[in-house]
């Protein structure tokens, strides 16, 4: 069975450019959240879709906005970008059945670097 | 006050001794705690998880939970090198974001 995936491995943007990320889940799992995790810090949380909806976002402006799509894969948009958005952004998902519905599990990350 | 604290470190442990990672959390209603390991510049890796107080063993990782004490530990035995990482501790939060993170604990393991 598949992980978790993410694309690009790495984006290069410049700032003022916007960057859009992507991840598909585990297949049968609804959930999908975004973390964000800047060199030598932890992870941030920034965004939690289910079902197609925004169920939660982190402590981050709205510049940082993202959507879920019906075969529950999700994209996060981030606009005019920052020099200090430069980090690791993590995508994980869960599934939506039995008792550990709050397992997640993490893809391997898409490296954005602004200059 | 954070809600999931772990000692940032760094841990060193000598090669073949046991490495004891803690981490306490706020939230006296969470359920769910989960160790996670990641490796430098790679997204975190789930090694276990435990939900009722007590041990768990599975290979040469053990969690432990008390849940009086607010308390969840991570026990590895027979230390190896590969597992010089950084290991975070995650607690179900109050269904706003499912899952909450400590900052993670550096361990490094000499030869």
């Known amino acids: 069975e598949a992980g978790v995936t993410q694309s690009p491995t790495h984006l290069i943007k410049t700032r003022g450019q916007q960057a859009t990320l992507r991840c598909s889940p585990i297949?049968?799992?609804?959930?999908v959240y975004w973390y964000q995790q800047a060199l030598g810090l932890g992870l941030q949380f920034l965004l939690w879709?289910?079902?197609?909806?925004?169920?939660n976002r982190g402590n981050f402006p709205p510049r940082f906005s993202g959507r879920q799509f019906p075969n529950y894969s999700s994209e996060l948009n981030v606009n005019a970008l920052e020099l200090e958005d430069s980090a690791l952004y993590l995508c994980a998902s869960s599934s939506p059945w039995g008792w550990a519905t709050d397992t997640q599990y993490f893809g391997p990350g898409t490296r954005l670097t602004v200059l | 006050q954070k809600e999931v604290e772990q000692n940032s470190g760094p841990l060193s442990v000598p090669e073949g001794a046991i490495a004891s990672l803690n981490c306490t959390y706020s939230?006296?209603?969470?359920?769910?705690f989960f160790w996670y390991r990641q490796y430098s510049g790679k997204s975190p890796e789930l090694i276990m998880s435990i939900y009722s107080n007590g041990d768990k063993e599975d290979g040469r990782f053990t969690a432990q939970l008390n849940k009086a004490s607010q308390y969840v530990s991570l026990l590895i035995r027979d230390s190896q090198p590969s597992d010089s990482a950084t290991y975070l501790c995650?607690?179900?939060?109050?269904?706003?974001?499912?899952?909450?993170f400590g900052q993670g604990t550096r361990l490094t393991i000499n030869p």
């Open positions: 297949s049968g799992h609804t959930s």
């Open positions: 939230d006296r209603g969470s359920q769910s």
């Open positions: 995650a607690v179900n939060g109050q269904g706003a974001q499912k899952l909450v």
């Open positions: 879709y289910d079902e197609g909806e925004e169920r």
